[in-house]
C-alpha cells in the first residue's frame, strides 16, 4: 500500500490537555463547533474517544486544528496516538515528590503530556540538545502550561547521574532520535507544530547515508543513551520508543540494553504485558527476542494498519529484593 494510503487511514489525534482543561467540556465545545460524536470515518465532522488512551479524541484525517482559539490556547495538543504511549505507559504519579527526565524533549508533545499525567506536581527535567529545538520545546511547553517542568538546552550523555540534583529521579522518558521509518503522513502531521519542520529536514538529509549503516549508528546511540538512563540512582522505570519499524532500531536495541550490567543499583528487566497496553494486540516480533513473553512485553504499531504511524515502545523496570518482586 502506498504511503498516501496508509497516512488516509489515521484519523487526526488531538490530546485534550489536562492541564487546563479536561475531556468533557472539550467533547461539548467540539459538538457546539458542528462535530458529531459518531467515530472520525463516519461523518465529515464526525470524532471519537480513543479506547486506549484517556482524553485522546479521534477526528478526520484533514481536519486542520492550527487555527482554532483551543490550539493557540494550549488546550489540545495535536499528537498521534502512538506518541501518547510513552508518557501513558510510564505512568509517573501525580505527587509532589515524583521527579522524572525527558531525555530528548522537543518539540515536547511528551513532555507536556507527563506533566499534564503529573496534574503539574513534582519535577520533570527535560533534555534537548540542538539550541533551535529548544526554543521550539520552551514555546511549546509555555503555550501548554507545563508548570512543573525545566527546560534544559543541553545533551542528556553529558548530565552525570551523580549529580545531586538527580539523584531523586525515578522515571525516564527516553525518545531518542530514530530513523523515523514509522512516520507516513509526517507532512501533513508533523509540520502543523512549530520546528517539525527542521526534524524533518534532518531525516531527509541522513537518508543520504545507506540505510543499513545509518540504522546501526542509530542503534548504538539509542543503546547508549538507554544505558546511561539506567546508571541514574534512583530510577526505576524507563520507557524507551521510537517512531521506527526496524528490529535494529527496536528489539535489537532492548536486548542489548537487557544485558548492561554497570547498574550499580540494580539491573533492569521488561515490565510485563500486563503493565504495557495489555488490550494492545500488536505486539514485539517474537524471532527477535529470547522468548514469547518478552516479546509480548514490547508494544508495536504497524502504520497505517493500526490507525497510528509506526512505532514501538517499551518500559524497562529496574528489579530490585528477591526475584520477580515489583520495584
Ligand atoms: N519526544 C519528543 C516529542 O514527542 O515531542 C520528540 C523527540 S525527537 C524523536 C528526538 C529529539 O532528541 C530531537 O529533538 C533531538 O534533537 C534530541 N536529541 C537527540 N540526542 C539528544 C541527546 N543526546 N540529548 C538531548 N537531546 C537529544
Known sequence: RSQDERAGKIPRYVRVNTACWNT???????ISRGYVLSGPFDHPKGFA???HIPDLLLFPPDTQFVEISFYREG???LQDKASCFPAFILA?????????????????????HLAALMKNKGKVFAFE??????????????????????????DFLTI??????????????????????????????????????????????????DEEERLHKLASFQLMMIRHAMKFPAVKRIVYSTCSVHAIENENVVKEALKTEECNAGPFRLAPRNMVLPTWPRRGLPEEMDSPDEAASLVRCSPGDDATNGFFVCLFMRVTGSPGSEP
Open 49 to 51: 474517544k480513543d479506547a
Open 160 to 209: 552525570s547521574p551523580d549529580d545531586p540534583k538527580y539523584s531523586a529521579v525515578t522515571h525516564i522518558l527516553l525518545d531518542p532520535s530514530c530513523s523515523g521509518s514509522g512516520i507516513v503522513n509526517r507532512l501533513d502531521h508533523l509540520l502543523e507544530s512549530d520546528g517539525a519542520d527542521r526534524y524533518l529536514i534532518a531525516i531527509e538529509s541522513e537518508s543520504l547515508e
Open 75 to 77: 488546550k489540545i495538543i
Open 129 to 154: 540538545r540542538d539550541r533551535k529545538r529548544y526554543a521550539t520545546l520552551q514555546t511549546m511547553l509555555s503555550r501548554a502550561k507545563c508548570e512543573n517542568v525545566e527546560a534544559v538546552n543541553a
Open 24 to 30: 468533557e467540556d472539550a467533547v461539548r465545545s467540539f
Open 92 to 112: 509517573p504519579p501525580a505527587e509532589k515528590g515524583t521527579v522524572a527526565i525527558d531525555a530528548t524533549a522537543a518539540p515536547g508533545n511528551k513532555t507536556s
